[in-house]
């Protein structure tokens, strides 16, 4: 092994999941970072003017200016994406990428990790064959993006990492790391819980804290890369970002027991029928994709990799971790 630093570039640097992934590799080794980013003043996490870390300030769909800098990095951790717009999708979610790679350097380049998402598999880690015709934007251009890099040359270097459910940062938006998601409506959430409590669901599904995506991807992108060892899978390695599933039942019981409230015993079973029935009584908009989850229900997949499988420690291996992480009232 060379006694040069890494080159690490991560784009999407200034997200939740790329400032946990940026912190943890400038405090627990030396490499050199390439945070590329569009607003400089969303970077709270590692201090820019610190000798190890560029900034590559500007869009991803843009990739000229930075060519030199991608050309020198050894590994990327590509967590940039976009959603909402399709056009904007398009461009960034699978043209953008391509535009990255090329302006790589292979002599130089050992690893690419690139951020997708767990939504676009079946069980088995295969792509789910409604991902294309149901999908939103988003899950469009993943899946697309993914047929596209199993085809691509550098294919053997690359793993492509699908995040479950992501928790992060704090509810009240304090901290050093920006909030995720899904952590922003824990306490939108725990409003609903007097309502969410009569209700039952049959369904289930995986999670991940954003520290602990952080703590897979610091340890690929330090250990030397292999080519794909996944039994059933193609040129890519496909790891899926995950705790062990919980079901949504469990879950609204565990938030009421961490807010001090009651779970009663019994409850309205959400059955298919009766979702569609509230879906038209109520006017809910639902598209295509959303219609394909609540048939599915279960999105669950095997094998998983939390840190554990590496070896490593999780930060938030349960739900109530998560919530003390989060912030979330613990009521006495």
């Known amino acids: 092994m060379s006694s040069t630093p890494a080159r690490i570039l991560i784009t999407g640097a200034s997200g939740c999941v790329g400032q946990h992934i940026a912190d943890l590799l400038y405090r627990e080794t030396?490499?050199?970072?390439?945070?590329?980013?569009r607003d400089p003043s969303k970077l709270t996490a590692v201090p820019a003017a610190d000798p190890r870390i560029t900034l590559l300030v500007g869009d991803l769909r843009d990739a000229e200016p930075h060519r030199a800098q991608?050309?020198?990095?050894?590994?990327?951790?590509?967590?940039?994406?976009?959603w909402g717009d399709p056009e904007r999708a398009q461009q960034v979610n699978v043209v953008a990428v391509k535009q990255m790679l090329a302006a790589t350097n292979p002599e130089v380049l050992e690893?690419?990790?690139?951020?997708?998402?767990?939504?676009?598999?079946?069980?088995?880690?295969?792509?789910?064959?409604?991902?294309?015709?149901?999908?939103?934007?988003?899950?469009?251009?993943?899946?697309?993006?993914?047929?596209q890099l199993e085809q691509h040359p550098l294919a053997q270097r690359i793993v492509a990492v699908f995040p479950t459910l992501v928790f992060g940062g704090r509810v009240d938006g304090?901290?050093?790391?920006?909030?995720?998601?899904?952590?922003?409506?824990?306490?939108?959430?725990?409003?609903?819980?007097?309502?969410a409590k009569?209700?039952?669901a049959e369904a289930s599904f995986h999670f991940i804290h954003a520290a602990d995506i952080a703590r897979v991807c610091a340890h690929l992108a330090t250990n030397p890369h292999q080519a794909n060892p996944e039994a059933g899978q193609g040129a890519v390695r496909r790891l899926v970002l995950g705790q062990p599933s919980?079901?949504?039942?469990?879950?609204?019981?565990?938030?009421?027991?961490?807010?001090?409230?009651?779970?009663?015993?019994?409850?309205?079973?959400?059955r298919g029928w009766l979702i569609e029935g509230l879906i038209k009584l109520l006017r809910i908009e639902v598209n295509a994709w959303d219609r394909f989850?609540?048939?599915?229900?279960?999105?669950?997949?095997?094998?998983?990799?939390?840190p554990e499988r590496f070896g490593l420690v999780s930060h938030a291996p349960t739900l109530e971790a998560v919530f003390e992480d989060a912030g979330l009232k613990h009521r006495g």
């Open 30 to 37: 030396d490499a050199e970072l390439l945070l590329w980013l």
């Open 70 to 82: 991608i050309a020198s990095a050894t590994r990327i951790i590509h967590t940039a994406t976009a």
């Open 111 to 147: 690893q690419v990790v690139y951020f997708s998402t767990a939504s676009i598999l079946n069980k088995d880690l295969q792509l789910l064959p409604e991902a294309m015709p149901y999908g939103t934007e988003y899950i469009q251009t993943k899946a697309q993006c993914l047929e």
């Open 174 to 195: 304090s901290g050093v790391f920006p909030t995720s998601y899904l952590t922003a409506g824990l306490k939108e959430g725990a409003r609903w819980l007097w309502l």
């Open 198 to 200: 009569w209700l039952r």
């Open 246 to 270: 919980v079901t949504v039942n469990e879950t609204v019981k565990r938030l009421c027991r961490w807010r001090r409230g009651w779970y009663p015993p019994i409850g309205l079973d959400l």
């Open 293 to 306: 989850s609540i048939r599915q229900r279960h999105f669950v997949h095997d094998p998983i990799s939390p």
